[in-house]
């Protein structure tokens, strides 16, 4: 049976995506496995602005982060329930996953652990210049697996 991973995270869901997943694994007569990685490298990134903007002590920050956090595993799982019962409603053999971690590397190890066929996953809008310079995560996991991989951005799909 073929396994199509479709990759989500709190700034990378797409409907499209969602629906090309679902349509691809019903398709092939292929299970979808859904994972929704709780991206932590982002937490990183805000907890640093709030420190060297001196806007908050570390107290307040690492409330605002567990809030922030607490809410973004509520939002996660919400989707991973939604998207399994829409692909369930389909016919289509549907698996969830929730985890945490840096969004590149989980991904890369849930697909190699999966032996994707295929994956799909949502690339986040940012300006070329950023993506040029800091790299792109969605690219980078394109050019390490083995499968075919479904970049979907705002408005297209590659």
Do not use: W, Y
Request: aromatic share 2%.
């Amino acid at each position: 049976m073929k396994r199509i991973l479709l990759i989500l995270a709190p700034s990378r869901i797409s409907s499209r995506c969602v629906d090309a997943a679902v349509a691809a694994a019903d398709g092939k007569k292929g299970e979808l496995i859904v994972v929704f990685i709780l991206d932590t490298s982002i937490s990183e990134e805000v907890r640093e602005r709030l420190r060297n903007l001196g806007l908050l002590g570390k107290a307040p920050s690492a409330q605002i982060l567990d809030a922030m956090r607490q809410e973004q595993e509520r939002q996660g799982r919400s989707e991973l329930a939604r998207i399994a019962e829409l692909a369930r409603g389909r016919g289509v053999a549907c698996r969830t996953v929730f985890t945490e971690g840096e969004f590149l590397g989980r991904s890369l190890e849930i697909a190699k652990s999966e032996s994707a066929h295929e994956i799909f996953v949502v690339r986040r809008s940012r300006p070329t210049l950023s993506r040029l310079l800091a790299g792109s995560a969605v690219e980078d996991l394109a050019s390490s697996v083995p499968c075919d991989v479904k970049i979907h951005d705002e408005g297209r799909s590659d």
